[in-house]
C-alpha cells in the first residue's frame, strides 16, 4: 500500500522561501507521477506541479502562478519529492498535499492538475504566510 508523508510546511514570511517535503513507501515500481496540490479555504483543491518519477524522461509540469518561483527534485535513494517555492506571497497560503499515480499513467499538460488522475494522496499540511 502506498504511504506518501508530508514534512515542512508551518509558518513562512512574504518574500521568503517554502519548503516541503513528500516521502513515500510502498510503492513497488516505477514510473508513475508524484505532485503537489494545494487548497485554500473556500477553493478547490488545484495542482502546484507534478514531476515523472521514472527513467527516460524528466518531464514536469508547473501552474502558471509558481512556474517562476519553484523548484522540484526527487530523491530516488530516499523517496522524497521535494518542493520549494521562492518569493512566497500571501496568496500561497494554503493546505498542501503530495499525491502520487498508479503505475504507467501518463499526465499531460492538460490533465496533470486533475486530482482525480491521482489515487494516493498524503494528509497534507498547512504553510501560513506572515507579512
Known amino acids: 500500500q502506498v504511504k506518501l508523508v508530508e514534512s515542512g510546511g508551518g509558518p513562512v514570511q512574504a518574500g521568503g522561501s517554502l519548503r516541503l517535503s513528500c516521502e513515500s513507501s510502498?510503492?513497488?515500481?516505477?514510473?508513475?507521477?508524484m505532485a503537489w496540490f494545494r487548497q485554500s479555504t473556500g477553493k478547490e483543491r488545484e495542482g502546484v506541479a507534478a514531476a515523472w518519477i521514472g527513467v527516460g524522461d524528466d518531464t514536469s509540469y508547473y501552474a502558471d502562478f509558481v512556474k517562476d518561483r519553484i523548484t522540484i527534485s526527487h530523491d530516488n535513494d530516499k523517496n522524497t519529492l521535494s518542493l520549494q517555492i521562492d518569493n512566497v506571497k500571501p496568496e500561497d497560503a494554503a493546505m498542501y498535499y503530495c499525491a502520487a499515480t498508479p503505475r504507467g499513467r501518463w499526465l499531460y499538460d492538460t490533465n496533470w492538475g486533475h486530482p482525480s488522475v491521482y489515487d494516493d494522496w498524503g494528509q497534507g499540511l498547512q504553510v501560513t504566510v506572515s507579512s
Open positions: 510502498g510503492v513497488t515500481y516505477g514510473n508513475y507521477w
